[in-house]
């Protein structure tokens, strides 16, 4: 039965495809986009049933940096300008188009001990306007060290007026459990996270600011909303607690919602939905135990403390995380989390805020220790050992909204049906008048099929690909387009 339904949608869209070609659907380039998007999303679902559905994967696609020190975080000024942080306590501005690289002045003075040194950096949403840039570090006080929010106006190559907005308290002389990310929600409110500094029980505390999310207005000031604000004995700063040591924070942009994870002990990594006034639970309840094989606790969980939407065991120490905006439903994500251990990006997949699939990209290449998307799709990420900062390319399709998905369309080569019986149409861009030659080798890379060179103007262009006499199986597309040479995978089925 399975089978035979599989045979009717694929039927039903050759069917559609053959009536829309003789109706003369094709006739301009807007339609021929409408349908690449209505074909491909078709496709995905037919590949998904029938077997050929991909894991997403990804790979290295450029060594922008190399060898630079210590990295930790990083933030986009736009999709060719970069802020990055170096632990040892410097911020560099890094053009992506030229590989300028200029180190930022008007830091304030970072402690590095330990774990702790120059964390993560932020704009400020209305950063075109304010030129606002926010730090997490570590910094020296009397009795040890801590880690403190500021916030400093880029101009130029300088971080001006910089300002210390905020140090969690007690100081305490360990050189453990920092945090620290930075992310702001859609009211410009500001989130920041701080380690339990090595004090299991003092993020069960209220009184302290270890193991905890804490919100702030963008100045730094404590937000009326905030719901431990005229609580006795309990810092206003805070948002929620129970946190072991959150170095992965951000928002989902469909939802607006806050997603962070945390380090374990050994094993018991956790994916968080974070809400206010809410008990994640370290350490009364875990999925870890000790670093010498003792058990923490019993319990996995407890009345009034809330269990997470994900969690690793054995521990991947992941760190840095971003959601990718891919024209998904607004009850899915595609979350990719770097990790430090794991020494991979994991790819993860949420539907409802349940995990539905997770895939391991770049097994061993390096320590993960931050993975964003550019503003125009591209991912990139930061790594330790070797430390780079690197273009990464996917395996899968990956565009921002519909409008982007339209304009990649109309400049990529399309395929489609694909995989198909018979007959397929392709669709190719030419940026000028130019011969066009399409050959079909097979997956051991014999020419099966060649179509004669045509002389096309530039714009875009469909052949129709006869496929009738192929044998089942996989085959590349080499178009050749005035010298330019450009690959498509297809399926013969």
Request: proline share 5%; charged share 20%.
């Amino acid at each position: 039965m399975e089978a035979r339904d599989h045979l009717k949608k694929r039927n039903f869209l050759m069917f559609t495809l053959k009536k829309m070609k003789k109706s003369g659907f094709f006739s301009n380039l807007e339609h021929k986009i409408n349908l690449g998007l209505i074909v491909m999303s078709s496709l995905f679902l037919f590949i998904a049933n029938t077997g050929f559905s991909q894991t997403p994967e990804l790979y290295e696609d450029t060594v922008l940096l190399n060898n630079i020190a210590t990295p930790w975080g990083f933030t986009f000024i736009d999709s060719n300008e970069v802020l990055f942080t170096e632990k040892q306590g410097k911020v560099y501005r890094f053009t992506i188009s030229t590989g300028t690289l200029n180190e930022i002045s008007g830091l304030p003075t970072v402690t590095q001990t330990g774990q702790g040194g120059l964390l993560d950096i932020a704009l400020h949403p209305n950063f075109t306007s304010n030129n606002f840039v926010y730090l997490t570090y570590a910094v020296a006080a009397t009795g040890g060290q801590t880690t403190a929010l500021g916030r400093g106006t880029l101009v130029g190559n300088q971080l001006q007026n910089f300002t210390e907005l905020f140090r969690a308290l007690p100081v305490r002389n360990s050189g453990v459990h920092f945090g620290s990310r930075i992310v702001f929600d859609r009211d410009t409110l500001l989130y920041m996270s701080v380690g339990d500094r090595g004090v299991q029980d003092s993020a069960q505390s209220k009184s302290n600011h270890f193991g905890k999310v804490l919100r702030f207005n963008d100045d730094g000031t404590v937000p009326l909303s905030n719901p431990l604000v005229g609580v006795p004995n309990a810092k206003p700063e805070i948002y929620c607690w129970g946190n072991r040591n959150i170095q992965g924070m951000a928002m989902n942009p469909a939802t607006g919602e806050i997603y962070a994870h945390e380090h374990g002990p050994r094993g018991g990594d956790e994916l968080n939905l974070i809400k206010p006034n809410v008990n994640y639970g370290w350490p009364a309840v875990t999925f870890g135990i000790n670093y010498d094989g003792t058990p923490i606790t019993p319990d996995t969980t407890l009345p009034g403390m809330v269990l997470p939407l994900t969690y690793w065991v054995p521990s991947i120490a992941p760190c840095g995380m971003t959601f990718i905006k891919n024209g998904q439903p607004n009850n899915e994500a595609d979350i990719l989390i770097g990790a430090l251990a794991g020494t991979h990006i994991h790819w993860l997949k949420m539907k409802d805020n349940k995990k539905v699939s997770s895939s391991r990209s770049m097994n061993g290449y390096a320590r993960f220790r931050d993975v964003r998307q550019a503003p125009d799709g591209k991912i990139y990420a930061m790594t330790e050992s070797p430390n780079r900062f690197v273009r990464l390319r996917s395996n899968v399709p990956i565009f921002t909204s519909i409008k982007d998905e339209k304009i990649e369309l109309a400049e990529k080569d399309i395929l489609y049906p694909n995989p198909s019986t018979d007959e397929s149409t392709l669709l190719f861009f030419v940026s000028s008048e130019q011969f066009v030659s399409v050959r079909i080798f097979s997956s051991s890379g014999i020419l099966v099929k060649e179509l004669t060179a045509q002389h096309f103007s530039g714009g875009k262009h469909s052949l129709a690909l006869e496929s009738e006499k192929l044998s089942q199986g996989f085959y590349h597309i080499k178009i050749n387009k005035g010298g330019s040479t450009s690959f498509l995978k297809f399926i013969k089925i």
